[in-house]
Nanobody, 116 residues
Framework: VQVAESGGGEVQAGGSLRLSCVAS????????MGWYRQAPGKERELVAY????????NYLEAVKGRFTISRDNAKNTMYLQMDSLQPEDTAMYYC??????????WGQGTQVTVSS
């Protein structure tokens, strides 16, 4: 699945951002999709994932209650609403199929920077 992420930016702690992930595949709705992030010097980690029909979601413990993942299959688009952002959320954010393959192709990502 080819994807393009957008919506990142720089905000102060406590602020909000909404990320978007547009996929090229017409079979988008068949895939579980996830948001991932990678901070400088750290491994990429899964932030949240959502089932193909959007009926099931899961979150990294650190973002529960602050982030909301959703999708609109008619638009081949997935979203990540991020509220109450904290400096530790600073990272490059990516979307991809969940679970991601070791051989997965990653998009350019979208940078989120949270200042204290």
């Amino acid at each position: 699945v080819q994807v393009a992420e957008s919506g990142g930016g720089e905000v102060q702690a406590g602020g909000s951002l909404r990320l978007s992930c547009v996929a090229s595949e017409t079979t988008f709705g068949l895939w579980r999709m996830g948001w991932y992030r990678q901070a400088p010097g750290k491994e990429r980690e899964l932030v949240a994932y959502i089932s193909g029909n959007g009926g099931s979601v899961n979150y990294l413990e650190a973002v529960k209650g602050r982030f909301t993942i959703s999708r609109d299959n008619a638009k081949n688009t997935m979203y990540l609403q991020m509220d109450s952002l904290q400096p530790e959320d600073t990272a490059m954010y990516y979307c991809n199929i969940y679970p991601s393959s070791p051989f997965a192709t990653w998009g350019q990502g979208t940078q989120v920077t949270v200042s204290s």
